[in-house]
């Protein structure tokens, strides 16, 4: 019987390999879930992400997006100051409520193991909120805490119902016990300082993540170009007398000292590799053994930076104009996301960079994008007042009424401008990086005429409509 098995593999040889598995998944001899990892990580489903659904309900720009734990259901807030839990496969509100912000919501939070009855978000207003779903369908609200200036993330620490961090622009991060009222200031982050210099500022944060991987381990990042990661079991004494316990810090070489990039966004992969984006610069992938330490000024010589491993790159988007954040996709992180001031989703492979998918998804700027648990689907927000849903077109069931959808294939314009765009991004990058000199007009014509030959055929492009393309300039 396995010969005969055997007979039939060989029978696909130079076929595409996510039609074997679904062949030896049709026959039984792949286990469903090797099955079911493989073809969520696969590049063709990847390369067919459409946009299924537009979540109407918010009267603001929405900010946050978040699936439950099973994916069945979506939180989003907004500048309007609502929060709304949506069945997005059915493309209806479960419900909505006022959150009790003053300002715009930035992050929302369904904490785990609640039966979605717990909602936390924060907002511009500087404060911590949490939202309680009553038996009877109504939504109670109260202050967990506050920071003096704006909170743009929170970390719930995994699996449990009761914990969670939260960070601000006042540099300060606080842990939460939702099953008390205490608040703990845990300490606020402060820049490197020389001994000979001023004494440290506070570093204005922008992102907090946890390591799925470790839980005790969590990194920050904010108004400089370091991330920082701590153990959260040196982080135990009072915020105004414990010091920046540092156990690693992460920065590409070239941006070390510059003091002119801030982080808006990190993210960890299940494997603890730190997805690092950087305001006008690109993102960055770091592995554990690419740390600078916990003072990453007495690092800073060429000699010993010479040792260490440069991060992988990703470029083409812009970074510039809101705070964004960036995320992994794929049962086992093999992409990475992020959005970009010119409106477009960008997606690449994890490994090597490549740009694989290129999705129109804002008017102006798409802030964030959030992955499906279990499934190759995404949803995303930014400036327009909706909530998309992106979904491979093969896993479409209810086609009929949308044939004005189609796809479509990019002018030789926008291709090209795209091409320019990455073109200039990675030029900058040489020259900060490197020192090198300007690389003049006739070489950038050469460059496009080569990766218009390499991306033909290997990047999907998808066009939903054309009032939709907006530039995006890269300096």
């Known amino acids: 019987m396995w010969k005969k098995f055997s007979r039939m593999n060989s029978c696909y040889e130079g076929t595409n390999c996510e039609l074997v598995e679904i062949c030896n998944r049709e026959i039984g001899i792949s286990r ?7 073809f969520c990580a696969s590049e063709i489903i990847v390369k067919q992400l459409n946009l299924e659904k537009k979540l109407n309900g918010h009267d603001g720009c929405v900010n946050a997006v978040e699936f439950n ?47 979605d009855q717990k909602i936390v978000t924060s907002a511009a207003d500087g404060k ?18 506050e920071h003096q200036g704006p909170v743009h993330e929170l970390a719930v620490e995994p699996g ?12 300060l991060v606080q842990h939460f016990d939702l099953r008390n009222t205490s608040v703990r200031k845990l300490f606020y982050c402060t820049t490197f300082a020389e001994r000979s210099k001023q004494p440290p500022k506070s570093v204005e944060l922008n992102a907090i993540v946890i390591d799925p991987r470790n839980p005790n381990y969590f990194a920050l990042g904010g108004s400089d170009e370091y991330a920082r990661l701590y153990d959260l079991r040196n982080c135990r004494g009072d915020a105004f007398t414990s010091s920046n316990r540092v156990l690693d810090t992460f920065c590409p070489h070239h941006l070390i000292q510059t003091n002119n990039f801030h982080i808006t966004g990190l993210a960890f992969s299940n494997s603890s590799e730190l997805l690092v984006t950087y305001s006008d610069e690109l993102i960055y992938l770091f592995q554990k053994n690419m740390g600078l330490g916990p003072s990453p000024l007495t690092v800073s010589s060429e000699n010993l930076l010479r040792k260490l491993k440069q991060p992988q790159v990703y470029t083409g988007h812009r970074n510039s104009a ?23 989703i960008y997606i690449w492979k994890k490994k090597g960079a490549p740009l ?45 009424g949308r044939e004005d959808h189609s796809r479509v294939t990019l002018t030789p314009d926008v291709i090209m401008h795209v091409l320019r765009l990455q073109r200039r991004q990675a030029s900058a990058f040489t020259e900060r990086r490197y020192s090198a000199a300007d690389i003049d007009s006739d070489e950038e014509n050469e460059w496009e005429s080569y990766n ?17 393309a907006s530039e995006c300039n890269i300096s």
């Not at 807030?77 to 493309?91: H, M």
């Not at 909505?96 to 904490?111: A, C, E, R, V, W």
């Not at 909706?386 to 979904?391: F, G, Q």
Request: with cysteine.
């Open 32 to 38: 469903s879930r090797n099955f079911s990892r493989r």
């Open 69 to 115: 734990s099973t994916g069945d259901l979506l939180v989003s807030g907004s500048d309007d100051c609502k929060v709304i839990l949506w069945d997005w496969a059915r493309n209806s509100e479960r419900f909505s409520y006022p959150s009790g912000h003053l300002d715009n919501i930035f992050q929302t939070k369904i904490m785990p193991f609640t039966d």
């Open 128 to 145: 911590v909120r949490l939202g309680q779903v009553l038996g009877d369908g109504r939504v109670i609200t109260k202050m967990l805490g």
């Open 160 to 171: 449990s119902p009761h914990m969670l961090y939260s960070c601000g622009e006042d540099g």
């Open 322 to 344: 809101t705070v964004k954040g960036v995320n992994f996709f794929g049962p086992n992180a093999e992409y990475v996301v992020s959005g970009s001031d010119c409106g477009h």
């Open 356 to 400: 694989v998918k290129l999705m129109v998804g804002d008017r102006n700027v798409v802030n964030h994008i959030e992955p499906h648990p279990h499934l190759p689907i995404l949803a995303t927000c930014g400036i327009e007042n909706n909530v998309k849903i992106w979904t491979p077109m093969i896993m479409e069931s209810n086609r009929q």
């Open 452 to 468: 218009l030959q390499v991306l033909d055929g290997n990047v999907s492009f998808e066009e939903d409509s054309t009032e939709y």
